[in-house]
Antibody, heavy 119, light 107 residues
């Protein structure tokens, strides 16, 4: 079974940068992407974007384009979500998940990483 | 972007009840529709993919139907483990948008 392990909770000030990570065993498997999903406090799920680790092809939601950067290092089976300048509105839990190209669904999820942005 | 609208936003039901949640897409998505279940403090878990296919290990009391723009998730004989929030997600085109969620409480 695929396991995704995310980095821990982070607290940052507005304007600071941040990288969170997600390590998993399926990243080098064909037909598997890695996606990121945001869940703001008490709210629903929002699709941020997705990356194909084998060639780093990335697609973003227009709502998040330019606000975050998704990357991956297939040599260490790790995907990243990066902010160059955090805002208080980025406070949320961020999940990574593997996207099966066969079933076209997020089939395995990380445990989530709480990002708190506060002055 | 494709907008996904779920109804109801919340419901309360008793153990053993049959529960139905609907999801409507703003344009046709054929059968590219997934359902997830999330318990507070946990990541979501996929229940149904491609509108009607049960994910391995998911109890058979869950079923999905629909195509085009209108979809349904049915839970036959609701169990205490089924409380939480259910989300639909379209996988037809990026961004793979989610519905706003349906919160299910157990009476």
């Amino acid at each position: 079974e695929v396991q995704l392990v995310q980095s821990g909770a982070e607290v940052r000030k507005p304007g600071e940068s941040l990288n969170i990570s997600c390590q998993g065993s399926a990243f080098s498997s064909p037909n598997y992407w890695v996606g990121w999903v945001r869940q703001m406090p008490g709210k629903g799920l929002e699709w941020i974007g997705i990356i194909y680790p084998s060639d780093s092809e990335t697609t973003y939601s227009p709502s998040f384009q330019g606000r975050v950067t998704i990357s991956a290092d297939k040599s260490i089976n790790t995907a990243y979500l990066h902010w160059s300048s955090l805002q208080a509105s980025d406070t949320a839990i961020y999940y990574c998940a593997t996207w099966s190209g066969t079933y076209r669904a997020f089939d395995y999820w990380g445990q989530g990483a709480l990002v708190t942005v506060s002055s | 972007d494709i907008q996904m609208t779920q109804s109801p936003s919340s419901l309360s039901a008793s153990v053993g009840d049959r529960v139905t949640i609907t999801c409507r897409a703003s344009q046709t998505i054929f059968t590219y529709l997934n359902w997830y279940h999330q318990i507070p403090g946990k990541p979501p878990k996929v229940l149904i993919y491609s509108a009607s296919h049960l994910e391995s290990g998911v109890p058979s009391r869950f079923s999905g139907s629909g195509s085009g723009t209108d979809f349904t998730l049915t839970i036959n004989s609701l169990q205490p483990a089924d409380f939480g929030t259910y989300y639909c997600q379209q996988s037809y085109t990026t961004p793979h948008s989610f519905g706003q969620g349906t919160k299910v409480d157990i009476k």
